[in-house]
Nanobody
Framework: QVQFVESGGGSVQTGGSLRLSCVASGGHFSLFTVAWYRQAPGKERELVASINSGSKRNYVDSAKGRFTISRDNAKRTVYLQMNSLKPEDTAVYYC???????????WGQGTQVTVSS
């Protein structure tokens, strides 16, 4: 079974930057679409960004121009570079993958991002 481990979260002030990493074990990583999600306290989990096997990227409107998703297939890793962070970016960030037409349902432990004003 494919497992993802997220890391790179932390506490920063408004306007700061963080780079999150999501490392996969198992499966045909280079063929996956991988997405970053986040869940803020009291809110539902939401899609932030995704990258497919051809490195086509999609972003939620609130992330456009500030976040960049990328992948390194040799390292089986997807990154989320987050710049110009805002307090509303505070959440636990998770990875999820799609293989073929099926999205995974086994969420990792996530990584906490806290942005203070």
């Amino acid at each position: 079974q494919v497992q993802f481990v997220e890391s790179g979260g932390g506490s920063v002030q408004t306007g700061g930057s963080l780079r999150l990493s999501c490392v996969a074990s198992g499966g045909h990583f280079s063929l996956f679409t991988v997405a970053w999600y986040r869940q803020a306290p009291g809110k539902e989990r939401e899609l932030v960004a995704s990258i497919n096997s051809g490195s086509k990227r999609n972003y939620v409107d609130s992330a456009k121009g500030r976040f960049t998703i990328s992948r390194d297939n040799a390292k089986r890793t997807v990154y989320l570079q987050m710049n110009s962070l805002k307090p509303e970016d505070t959440a636990v960030y998770y990875c999820r993958y799609q293989y073929g037409s099926v999205w995974s349902n086994n969420w990792g432990q996530g990584t906490q991002v806290t942005v203070s004003s």
